[in-house]
């Protein structure tokens, strides 16, 4: 009975917005920028002249419009609006290939939808590699009723950054033999980074030059300015296209209660793990001294590290402009600590009042990552299919009765009891094509996510992995193989947490599960931008019928074959 009450205030209060929703409409134009975010030059994609983009600020209910003006010279460009689930509105997902065509340069699209569930949120680019370059943003939806009771909030959006351009990493990935990037040179808070010298340096004997800023430096650390005895949100989100990171504010405390737009029951930890697609809220609570400042790091896990930590300062109001913060930096936990890392992700539940899953699901789904290999070229793979965009959307293709494209045809949806996680793959060939798998409305599907060895050596690597258009339950995680029948039994059918990203660890398994209740077709991948690019996704359809009768702008599929059935219709 809780759970049908919760729900049902929470569409009373959000509905009880909309009857007065108003309308959040912004034009943007998207270009690059010469830029220093780590306090060396180099070009970002910028939104009307700003990196990262514009803050969007909405609440429940409210109708975003955002008019995108594509002022790039040469390519395409589309924004995903990363924890909407775009109910009604699947073609306004921003993904390239499969809710929509690229917006081609000189041209404007409209993406015209509601922001149905508040939470902490962003934005940023779904073609190619230009998230790594720099195209996103915070997104904050706030509720019509706030239940967490606070005095002040802060936005940490974190990401890592190259020296090499995404286009030189592009085609560095696809070619055979494939060139790795590297980790990346820099990690930055809201943009900022500093790559040839440390904040901290005073505090250290590693020989680091400290870092000395000019006014209005593009690389200066954004100050955290707080009062004593007062309590604080942090909203926090990872739009890094590597690395696996860790938050930790020195001195300070940090209680956990919001995860990918979803209260969670409270805890309290003294860091955080966060993965690429991730979000937060955490709670600080400010001690009694009025002059004193603390250093907020951020650093690498998952991978080993060459990569500095990035740096801020957590003030309080008294502290006098020059002083700076006696203690070092929190250190990071050792990058591959995965029982520390599995151990953090175990402690999300659900707050009080949320919807527990289904009992039972109706179809079970596995699917298998694997590093393989097609004609010399390393591609990563999901049940021996590595993922292409095509170019005619599929939502395009689904609603126009394209059936002639073989790219339609879903792939194996069973484990392989035969193949062996914990070494390289046997037979390391594999195909490439769209990874769609179709799905009836209303009913329940678990997702069982298993992690193998990659080509070479024994490694197995962390993979955050994202769901458009939806939220889901997180029934658990495991060590090596899969067991149907029997690891099951171990699930978490009582609270839950509710995310849209989660991740698989090394030689591991997460299971998952959602309900199709969204027309639509959704993007469902790795959220690590070079493993997307070497095809590591799949594609969710659910209510194809329902698609088919859609109402989709023309303007979002004029290209491939939904281009010419468009110039095409009412020809005789």
């Not at 606070?150 to 592009?170: A, C, I, K, M, P």
């Not at 209680?255 to 029951?265: P, Q, T």
Request: proline fraction near 7%; charge should be positive.
């Amino acid at each position: 009975m809780s759970v049908i009450v919760w729900w049902l205030v929470t569409v009373v209060l959000v509905a009880v917005h909309s009857a007065s929703a108003r309308v959040v409409e912004l034009e943007w134009e998207v270009e690059y920028k010469f830029w220093w975010p780590d306090c060396k030059e180099g070009i970002v994609m910028a939104i009307n002249g700003q990196f990262p983009g514009p803050t969007i600020d909405a609440v429940a209910g409210d109708i975003v419009i955002i008019h995108l003006t594509n002022k790039l010279s040469t390519e395409g460009v589309v924004i995903h609006w990363h924890g909407i689930r775009q109910r009604g509105t699947p073609w306004a997902d921003g993904a390239a290939g499969v809710t929509q065509c690229p917006i081609n340069p000189g041209e404007t699209f409209t993406y015209n939808f509601t922001v149905d569930k508040p939470g902490t949120h962003f934005y940023h680019g779904h073609y190619g590699m230009q998230r790594s370059a720099g195209l996103y943003g915070m997104m904050i939806v706030r509720s019509p009723k706030e239940k967490l009771r606070y005095d002040g909030e802060f936005n940490l959006l974190l990401s890592d950054w190259w020296h090499q351009s995404t286009h030189s990493q592009e085609l560095a990935l696809s070619s055979s033999p494939m060139r790795w990037i590297g980790e990346p040179q820099s990690l930055l808070i809201n943009g900022r980074g500093q790559f040839n010298c440390s904040q901290a340096a005073y505090l250290s004997n590693e020989g680091k030059r400290q870092c000395t800023f000019r006014k209005n430096d593009q690389c200066a650390p954004e100050t955290l300015r707080v009062r004593p005895n007062k309590v604080y949100r942090l909203r926090i989100a990872s739009t890094t296209a590597l690395a696996s990171l860790n938050l930790a504010v020195e001195g300070h405390k940090l209680e956990v209660v919001e995860a990918d737009g979803n209260y969670v029951k409270p805890f309290t930890v003294d860091d955080i793990d966060i993965y690429s697609g991730e979000t937060y809220s955490v709670l600080l609570r400010t001690h009694s001294f009025p002059t004193k400042k603390h250093f907020i790091s951020v650093g690498v896990r998952g991978r080993k590290p060459n990569t500095t930590q990035a740096l801020t300062v957590l003030s309080y109001v008294d502290a006098p402009e020059s002083a700076r913060p006696t203690l070092p930096p929190p250190v990071t936990p050792r990058w591959d600590d995965y029982n520390r890392s599995i151990s953090f992700s175990k402690k999300f539940f659900a707050a009080k009042g949320y919807p527990k899953p289904p009992k039972k699901s109706d179809e079970q789904l596995y699917l298998l990552n694997t590093q393989n290999l097609i004609d010399g070229h390393t591609k990563w793979a999901i049940n021996n299919v590595s993922f292409a965009v095509t170019a005619t959307p599929y939502i395009g293709a689904i609603r126009y009765g394209l059936n002639s494209l073989n790219y339609l045809k879903s792939p194996a949806k069973e484990l392989v009891e035969s193949y062996d996680i914990t070494k390289p793959p046997v037979n390391p060939a594999t195909t490439k094509s769209s990874g769609i798998y179709k799905f009836p409305m209303g009913i329940v599907v678990d997702v069982i996510l298993q992690n193998a060895n990659v080509l070479k050596g024994k490694i197995s690597e962390i993979h955050p992995w994202h769901l458009h258009g939806h939220d889901f339950w997180v029934l658990g995680y495991g060590d090596g193989k899969f067991r149907p029948g029997i690891d099951e039994k171990k699930y978490n059918l009582k609270n839950p947490p509710l995310r849209n990203t989660v991740a698989l660890y090394p030689f591991g398994w997460t299971a998952l599960r959602y309900v199709t209740d969204n027309p639509g077709v959704w993007f469902f991948h790795c959220h690590i931008e070079p493993h997307l690019h070497m095809g590591m996704g799949v594609v969710f359809a659910e209510g194809v019928d329902q698609i088919a009768k859609m109402d989709i702008p023309d303007e979002a599929l004029g290209c491939g074959l939904t281009r010419k059935w468009l110039m095409n219709r009412g020809r005789n």
